[in-house]
């Protein structure tokens, strides 16, 4: 098969076809599709509930699966907030999946009607795929042909005609999503113990793992691994916990239960966590350390000292975000 004989961008009044165009497209997202930003296409209840779903402002990347459509995409734009009308359900539950489908009649194989004015289409509609499987996450999965993205499935009850938000599962993925990446260390110069059993919460080890870190704008989550090599053990036994603190938002428990005897002994801590970035921590510089529990129930002590090393891996990610902006 010959080449299609007119690349992007030639000179001379060269007409450049819709199949190259797309290709340019294809290019431009890595081959992916999805949402542009974390907060594009959402799909909400109404502030009063109703028959109805609104989706929100934003734009997509929809690869073309029109037969032949190689290494083509389109790129999507909802500039203002539209509504779609949700079919109320009998005796039985029902599943629907909300969908941004670009249907062009002119593509290759496809048999979409033509629009009414061919300078303005529509071309690309919120579409709703009614009465899909419960597990549904993805287009393809019920119908496999159509250049569309998902971005929502409403599961209703039964005799149900108000849709809210509880019935709404988020589907959507990101186009490129941002991410970055970062190690925080911390070497104790001398040694620190927590020798307290109190139940209850103590800021330590305290200097030096303590870090002022700068959140992206874009970031919506945030996953943090802490690792504590090194770490000693004094007296028998010990039984504490310890936990990450970002921003004032604590982290999960790690319980540290040792009863090896009352030798000076160590071991290797990791704390990990995936969290949520609010919108108002955004762009903000907020503050990382450990906090550490002691209970009364064991007469053992933990340290760190210059054979200790503290390390923070934090990656920030961008991914889709229901938060009310």
Sequence with gaps: MAWDSVPWFTEGGAVHSSE???????????GAEGVVGSGDLRVRALSTPGPEVQVTAGACAITNRAAGAAYQAYAGRLPTADRVSIAATGVSARSDLIVARVENPYSYGETWPNPSNPEVGPYIYTRVISNVPKTTTRVSQVRASDSAIALARIDLPANTSTVTQAMITDLRTMVSPRRDRRLYTAFPNALSQLTYSDNKWHNWP????????????WATRMKLVTTLAGFRYLRADVYAKMQNVFGGRLGQDTVIDDDQGANARRSTIVLADNMSIPAAMRGTTQLLYLQTYMYKTESGDVAVDAGTSIIADVEFVEAPDDEEL
Excluded: H, M, S
């Excluded at 190259?20 to 890595?30: D, P, S, T």
């Design 20 to 30: 190259v165009a797309r290709l340019l497209a294809y290019a431009a997202f890595g």
């Design 206 to 217: 305290g200097e030096p793992a303590r870090w002022n870190i700068d959140v992206p704008t």
